[in-house]
């Protein structure tokens, strides 16, 4: 009987850095999200009256950062997947030779 090959227990640096970037994609709409409310959060206590020309300012730099933010995530999202030897294509036991 062939012993079961596992995979190795820590990951090499270029695969990590790559879920890493994956995973700061994954939060980066949900940052958006909270970011874009943070204007209604700083309402002066009072009268209630306030000035708007603060928070469109706002809302322009957060969306123009998101934007920037996710241009630089994308050449490191499109490059192709690094496959440990005997991977498949989902990451799981691949064609190998059961003698």
Do not use: C, H, Q
């Not at 980066?28 to 209630?48: E, H, Q, R, S």
């Amino acid at each position: 009987m062939k012993p079961l090959r596992r995979a190795p227990l820590f990951l090499a640096p270029s695969p990590y850095r790559r879920r890493r970037l994956r995973d700061a994609a994954r939060i980066l709409p949900v940052a958006g999200v909270l970011l874009m409310i943070l204007p209604m959060l700083w309402t002066p206590a009072g009268d209630g009256n306030r000035r708007l020309s603060g928070d469109v300012i706002w809302f322009f730099l957060t969306w123009a950062g998101l934007i920037l933010t996710a241009a630089v995530f994308a050449p490191g999202l499109a490059r192709p997947e690094d496959k440990w030897p005997g991977e498949g294509p989902a990451g799981g036991k691949g064609d190998e030779d059961e003698d």
